[in-house]
């Protein structure tokens, strides 16, 4: 599968705020402005459009679900990816 991604947010700097979660409006290119909501429970999550995307879970990074995909990178730079065609 091949995946357009778009960096949304550097996840030390969102465990810094102590907020428990945060919504964040990020314009992609060639998709528009973006609601996304990042929530910390057990581990920090997306949710974008209903799916939510658990970082790293199950020891998968990338964590791919409904055509989505959330990664995240050795700087703390957390991904969210796009299933285009091949």
Known sequence: MNYAWYNIFNKDEFDATGLVSRTLNVQLEGRGL???LVTRGSTVAVTHGG??????FLDHNPYVRDGKAIYLDDDS???????VPA
């Open 51 to 56: 799916t939510l995307l658990p970082l790293s």
């Open 34 to 36: 973006e609601k996304i």
């Open 77 to 83: 730079e957390v991904w969210l990816g796009f299933e």
